[in-house]
């Protein structure tokens, strides 16, 4: 004999109905949609009250700054943070000389895209 423990689509409906009637859960659900909005619609995407355009672009200008830092021979790349905030590169971390440092500068100055530079590096051999 064959017997379903499924139950009718009508009773589903119900047990659907009540998870939504819940007042903890329709406020848990209304609170994400309006949370969601405006990072759909590009508000504040981030604390610097940046654009979704002007982050991305950024999180690119970061990628590009790290790659060339990585394929010069004459910087170590490894030990260079690389953050980028509405086109300003700030590079942080540490150089074995001044060249270094310098040279580090001078890569990220030459990226499309960046602005400004802020060299926070340290030299520490």
Partial sequence: MNVSTHRPASARRVTHARWIASPTRASVLALACALGLPALTGCAVVQGQESMGT?????????????????????????VDVDTQEGT??????????????????????????RNVRNLLVVRP
């Fill in 89 to 114: 590169v700030t590079l942080s971390g540490y150089a074995k000389t001044a060249a270094e440092k310098s040279q580090a500068e001078s890569l990220a100055r030459s990226t499309k895209g960046v």
């Fill in 55 to 79: 982050y991305i672009d950024d999180r690119t200008i970061t990628a590009q700054v790290k790659t060339r830092l990585l394929e010069d021979r004459s910087t170590s790349g490894l030990a």
